[in-house]
């Protein structure tokens, strides 16, 4: 007996007892998942059934992709609900128990089991996709927020960093900073690593970097908020910011700006 | 070959760079601003690149001579415009352009050589 005439007979089985089925299954998957209601489960789960026997007995070519959609919509929704990719997996599992009470481990069994397997695999695939997805989108979203360029005066721009600096990071923080350099046309750029927890030869050459490109534009650049433990590992290092201006405090760094650009602030 | 035309404007020679940079165009800019630079005896070179989108290390270097050259002639040189990802393109191919001053548009530019001349 070859797997799709098993199949074929299994499908019209399942057609003629759906309702037995669909009954055990929804009794043992809410079982499995302690925080739904049985009709809840059964709502679900009936969808599903319909289309495993579909797809088993080949009459809807589109079954399968359909099967596979439905599949993924509950897990996405379990998994919003926070129910663990085990209870999704286990619930479609116990498709495989309520068929065997009623079938016995007959070879169309078999078949049927082998499909089952790959449906609740496929439930645990889709959360892990889902997981993936929301963390590249958290990661994405952490690097847009974590590098604002703030305007201080009239060209003169800041941009506050807080966090480790990477090579994806500066890149992002490198592209913002010159482009609202371009579009305020600001001539001052402060760089403020107060919170930059530390500060290494390679977070030195992103820098460094930095400064190099914004004054290539014909921006002048200051990096400021360079605490003490901060002073003596550069000097440790032996890192050389040349003759790149350095100050202490955003405040300092304020004050070197305007002076350059001509401006002196004093009491009103 | 595409030609970049040399503007004269008071004591200030002006280039405005509106095509793609070729190697052999900028060969041919960086002589016939060395005889507009005899000839006119301008102190002031600002080349504006605003559409400039692609830069190469060549390129780079040569705008960098172009400003070591306008020095022997006492002249100098201040490159405005410059694109973000232009800027970002010289400083990973490591080149600083020591030689040439920058400024973020042709007025701030004229400005800075005001100065001199």
């Known amino acids: 007996m070859n797997i799709d005439s098993s199949q074929g007979q299994m499908a019209a089985f399942l057609r003629d007892n759906a309702d037995k089925v669909l009954a055990r299954w929804s009794e043992l998957a809410a079982a499995a998942s302690a925080a739904r209601s049985a009709e809840a489960v059964r709502a679900e789960l009936s969808d599903i059934l319909t289309l495993i026997i579909a797809s088993m007995s080949d009459a809807d070519e589109s079954a399968p992709g359909e099967l596979r959609a439905a599949l993924a919509e509950l897990s996405r929704s379990r998994a919003r609900a926070g129910s663990t990719p085990r209870e999704t997996a286990l619930s479609v599992f116990s498709a495989k128990d309520a068929v065997y009470e009623l079938t016995g481990g007959t070879a169309e069994y078999l078949a049927f089991s082998r499909m089952i397997d790959d449906l609740g695999l496929y439930t645990f695939e889709t959360y892990a996709a889902a997981r993936e997805q929301i963390i590249s989108d958290q990661t994405e979203s952490m690097l847009e927020l974590s590098t604002p360029v703030v305007r201080l005066w009239d060209g003169i721009i800041a941009v506050p960093l807080v966090g480790t600096l990477d090579s994806a990071r500066t890149q992002v923080v490198m592209e913002k900073m010159l482009e609202a350099l371009v579009t305020l046309g600001a001539e001052h750029a402060v760089i403020d690593i107060t919170g930059v927890p530390t500060v290494d030869t390679e977070v030195a050459q992103h820098l460094l970097k930095t400064v190099m490109a914004a004054r290539l534009l014909g921006a002048e650049c200051t990096i400021s908020g360079i605490r003490p433990q901060i002073a003596h590992t550069i000097v440790s290092l032996g890192i050389e910011f040349g003759d790149i201006a350095t100050k202490a405090t955003l405040r300092d760094a304020l004050a070197h700006a305007l002076q350059r650009s001509g401006l002196k602030v004093g009491p009103a | ?117």
């Open chain 2, 1 to 117: 070959m595409e030609r970049v035309p040399i503007l004269k404007i008071g004591p200030t020679l002006f280039v405005s760079i509106q095509i793609d940079l070729q190697d052999d165009s900028v060969l041919q800019l960086q002589e016939d601003l060395a005889e507009e630079l005899v000839a006119t005896g301008a102190h002031g070179v600002i080349i504006d690149i605003t559409a400039v989108e692609i830069v190469d290390s060549f390129i780079g270097r040569m705008l960098a001579m172009i400003g070591s050259i306008s020095r022997l002639f006492d002249a100098e040189t201040v490159l405005v415009g410059m694109r973000p990802a232009v800027a970002i393109t010289l400083t990973e191919l490591g080149l600083s352009l020591d030689g040439v001053r920058t400024a973020l548009n042709a007025e701030k530019g004229l400005r800075l050589l005001e100065g001199r001349t």
